[in-house]
């Protein structure tokens, strides 16, 4: 059997389906996981060359990760890939509370006995980079600074105020980090241990910085980048041809779309679905969360139920803008935010299950790891990625359930996609 090229645990479940199309569209097969597989799920992939763990520690503390991260990363070692990926978010958004990053390297590093970690976090095709050490994303037509980002700078859980990338993750751990500015990359690395962050800006840098991930690992951290970098380096050296090839898409009659973010991004895209066929149904997150929450599930479920039965595609969400988020009330709520993803996948389901749906959305990077987790699937695989949305790929389900079964989710992050998002997936990819 041929070696895995690279096996690897999302922080979160949009980001797993991002590395997942990373590595599709140049010919990668790769199986994305819900959880760790039994052998006979494990089984029906055994030809596909890279296999990932969809997770939730992006939402999640340090405690949560020593407890729950040692058993993946065990798992993922003994796949014996040439590369193990502890996947981030490319925004990098993370603080010493929740999603620390810097504990999950402590992590990774003792596991894999591992004394240099890369880290990559610039992905030029989703408008990141890395320039001496500092974190830029593009945003509506414009690059900003991570730490004046419009939106990144004030994330409701994890805002970056830092855009020295060392600077920020010497919060999270006391493993040195250093930098391997653009105009180093060339060169031999000469560190004996700790973090090595790699600047990428453009295809050049990218493929680079790939080339010097090719000689170390196997463990590496860092955005779909770390993938974008290696496949172009294997293409590059003659030992990946990087094609790829997707059955189109048809149009649905009828989708459902839950989200519970409440970034701009999102607000447009949920505004311009309701101009244009979706019919909203807001749904109070604190209701959601709280004890009677699965009152409030059942009468949304009921409602959406019945609109799509009736032919039409149907948007549940908890917040419209970043003015109407009630986050400050969640979050004083014990696991608040998990319940809302939680309740937003069970009304999903029941979407599912009593309409026959064929392809639905979850919006909002908490929201779809905790909400994939209410619908008993087991894997992903790549159905097609959206060229105009990068990151966010339309996935087909596995599942034990036949209603649930081949299903076409699609995830996106709060800062993913076009205004069209939700309208292009009903119809025309």
Request: some cysteine; hydrophobic content about 40%; proline content about 6%.
């Amino acid at each position: 059997m041929q070696q895995l090229l690279l096996s690897y645990y999302g922080d979160d479940f949009t980001g797993s389906t991002d590395v997942m199309e990373s590595l599709s569209l140049h010919g990668v097969k790769t199986v994305l996981f819900t959880r760790i597989p039994t052998a006979e799920q494990r089984n029906r992939f055994v030809d596909y060359r890279a296999v990932g763990i969809a997770g939730t520690s992006r939402s999640e503390t340090p405690v949560w990760m020593d407890h729950y991260l040692p058993d993946c990363f065990r798992w993922l070692k003994a796949l014996d890939a040439r590369f193990c990926h502890y996947k981030v978010c490319s925004t990098f958004d993370s603080s010493p509370n929740i999603g620390n990053i810097g504990r999950a390297i402590e992590i990774g590093a003792r596991i894999f006995r591992q004394r240099i970690i890369p880290l990559v976090v610039g992905a030029p095709q989703l408008k990141r980079y890395t320039a001496f050490g500092h974190l830029f994303a593009g945003y509506q037509g414009q690059t900003y600074r991570i730490d004046r980002h419009p939106v990144m700078s004030r994330h409701p859980v994890t805002p970056m105020t830092e855009s020295d990338l060392r600077l920020h993750l010497a919060k999270q751990t006391d493993v040195p980090v250093v930098l391997v500015p653009a105009n180093s990359l060339s060169s031999p690395v000469t560190v004996s241990d700790g973090i090595l962050l790699f600047d990428v800006w453009d295809a050049a840098t990218q493929l680079e910085t790939g080339r010097q991930l090719l000689a170390l690992g196997p463990f590496v951290v860092g955005s779909s980048g770390v993938n974008y970098a290696i496949v172009k380096a294997l293409i590059a050296e003659g030992s990946l041809d990087g094609a790829s090839a997707f059955a189109p898409l048809d149009p649905v009659d009828r989708i459902i779309a839950v989200s519970g973010s409440c970034s701009p991004t999102t607000s447009r895209q949920i505004r311009h679905a309701l101009a244009n066929g979706f019919t909203g149904l807001p749904a109070d997150p604190v209701l959601l969360a709280g004890p009677n929450g699965d009152i409030e599930v059942k009468r949304i479920a009921g409602k959406a139920v019945d609109l799509l039965n009736q032919g039409n595609s149907v948007l549940v969400y908890t917040a419209i803008d970043p003015e109407s988020d009630k986050g400050k009330v969640l979050d004083s709520i014990p696991l608040g935010r998990h319940r809302v993803g939680e309740a937003l996948g069970r009304i999903t389901r029941q979407c599912i299950e009593h309409c026959g749906l064929k392809r639905v959305i979850l919006a909002g990077g908490d929201t779809s790891s905790h909400a994939l987790g209410q619908l008993d699937i087991f894997a992903l695989t790549t159905r097609f990625p959206l060229a105009d949305s990068p990151g966010s790929p339309l996935c087909l389900a596995h599942s034990a359930v036949s209603s649930l079964d081949a299903i076409e989710i699609a995830m996106k992050g709060g800062q993913v996609g076009r205004d069209d998002y939700f309208t292009m997936l009903r119809g025309q990819v």
